[in-house]
């Protein structure tokens, strides 16, 4: 410690010189430096480093910081005279801030894709679902589908109006109509962090999917990527801030060179698609562009309300049956679980509620699954046609606890959306065991204490909206629901990507 000195110190020295101390400080300086090159060349180049870091993180006048608000009213201001309004009709229009209050993430800007690509590839000569059409209701109330009228039979209030007969392979339409409505979509591609592609990919392949012609399969793929990659804020990026929607499988779109490997498109092995991510409801989980979202059910609240009605009613639902297990008999294999299953529930009837959407109208009938699913504690979920499918978010919406068969179900997909616990909400059980008669279905659900399954439950109906897809002709802005949560997602991602970029 440094002593201090005072004109009453009791040595009765005088203080010495401001000029001698500092000739003694820079002596003292040049000294150590004189001794110390090396260790002085090194702070000087942190300090260099440390400013250039600084000025890098700093965002340029032309990115607007992300949590500047966006003014909601403009001031008053004079009218303009006649030369200011010549001189400022000649004015650029001032750009939108990439960034705002509302939008912490960007914006996205939706292609106006020719209509071949989308619009026209939709069935329109009918208005519900077809058992033996999967086009077939696609198109209908913006991709909802249909009122579930039926419902009011055993919903109480109005609880059905939150209700459709929505198609599994929907999901393009409704992401279509949803980015148009979106708080964050600018009309302004210079505004955008992100670009949507509005093709309905599922739709024009999936028409082809059962024919011998590979070449139809991908004619409208190829033929989109020519149009796409001809825009100019394609050219800038090669489409690694693009993203686009798929309602079908990734296996639906990775036909391989193999002559043997026929089924499908090669849409998703095309280099064009190399850089864009894609919502699918299935992913191939080696490609980080595919990012599983969750199938569309019927269950679209139009308002926060709506949504908080419905969980209290399924979470206070006096339910009677232990499980339940809803399939559709297709010629099942004589070692497929799904058969297994069915035959199971008809020999624990007393606990379990079967059905088989075989000889039951269960498309059009929502009931006929809905009931048997809020009756349950728990709902069995196998592997189906693919890993994954919408019985699972069926269950889910119905506040049933899902009972899988294999991880590969849903524990390796939908990470943005279902808890990071598996065993917070589902139930995992060995299916050679449950297949070979040496694990009970019965009695491995029974093991479980009243409390597990309500916190498992309960676990359950908190996730809830994040499975859904809300109607947002009400103008939903009270709850994030899977259309949110995949949007933000892959904004941030999108806008991460291009800040380090800049940086490097």
Not at 91 to 112: H, L, M, T, W
Not at 116 to 130: I, K, P, S, T, W
Not at 370 to 389: A, G, I, V
């Amino acid at each position: 410690m440094v002593p201090s000195y005072s004109p009453e110190s009791p040595s009765g020295k005088k203080p010495p010189k401001p000029t001698n101390c500092l000739k003694s400080t820079l002596n003292l300086i040049r000294i150590h430096v004189a001794s110390h090159p090396r260790f002085w060349l090194f702070i000087a180049f942190l300090w260099i480093q440390a400013l250039i870091i600084s000025f890098a993180r700093t965002p340029p006048p032309c990115f607007p910081d992300r949590a500047a608000s966006v003014p909601t009213t403009l001031p008053v201001r004079a009218a303009p005279s006649s030369v200011d309004a010549a001189a400022n009709a000649t004015k650029p229009p001032e750009p939108i801030p990439r960034y705002s209050e509302d939008c912490p993430s960007g914006r996205v800007y939706a292609y106006d894709l020719p209509s071949e690509f989308n619009a026209d590839l939709v069935l329109r000569d009918c208005a519900d679902l077809d058992p033996w059409n999967w086009e077939c209701g696609i198109i209908a109330n913006h991709g909802y589908g249909a009122a579930a009228t039926e419902l009011r039979r055993i919903l109480p209030d109005d609880m059905h109006k939150s209700w459709y007969h929505t198609n599994q392979f929907t999901l393009e339409v409704i992401s279509h109509h949803r980015i148009l409505k979106h708080k964050c979509r600018t009309l302004s591609p210079e505004s955008a962090t992100a670009f949507y592609i509005p093709f309905y990919a599922g739709l024009a392949v999936g028409k082809y999917l059962w024919t011998n012609d590979t070449a139809k399969r991908d004619r409208q793929c190829k033929k989109m990527l020519r149009w796409v990659r001809n825009q100019d804020h394609w050219k800038k990026s090669n489409g690694s801030d693009h993203f686009m929607t798929i309602s079908r499988i990734t296996w639906d779109f990775r036909r391989l060179t193999d002559p043997g490997q026929s089924w499908g498109s090669s849409f998703l092995n095309m280099p064009q698609m190399q850089r864009v991510t894609r919502f699918i409801v299935e992913k191939y989980p080696g490609d980080e562009m595919d990012v599983t979202v969750p199938y569309p059910t019927g269950f679209h609240p139009k308002t926060r309300e709506a949504l908080n009605e419905w969980q209290t009613f399924v979470r206070d639902y006096n339910r009677s049956a232990l499980f339940s297990f809803i399939g559709t008999n297709r010629n099942w294999a004589e070692t497929d679980l799904r058969r297994f299953l069915m035959d199971y529930c008809a020999k624990e009837s007393d606990s379990c509620r079967a059905v088989d959407c075989a000889v039951s109208d269960c498309p059009t009938n929502s009931s006929l699954t809905l009931k048997p699913m809020l009756d349950s504690e728990f709902c069995l979920q196998p592997k189906r046609d693919s890993f994954t499918s919408k019985a699972v978010f069926d269950c889910m919406v119905a506040g049933a606890v899902p009972v899988f068969f294999s991880k590969t179900t849903a524990y390796e997909q939908y990470e943005w959306f279902l808890p990071g616990e598996p065993e917070s909400y589902s139930v995992l059980l060995d299916q050679e065991g449950v297949k070979n008669g040496t694990v009970s279905i019965k009695e491995a659900l029974m093991n479980y204490s009243k409390e597990e399954i309500r916190k498992k439950r309960e676990k359950v109906v908190d996730t809830i909206p994040r499975i859904i897809y809300a109607k947002p002709s009400a103008g939903v802005r009270s709850f994030k629901d899977a259309f949110d949560i995949a949007l933000e997602g892959v904004l941030e991602r999108i806008k991460e990507e291009k800040e380090w970029a800049d940086f490097l």
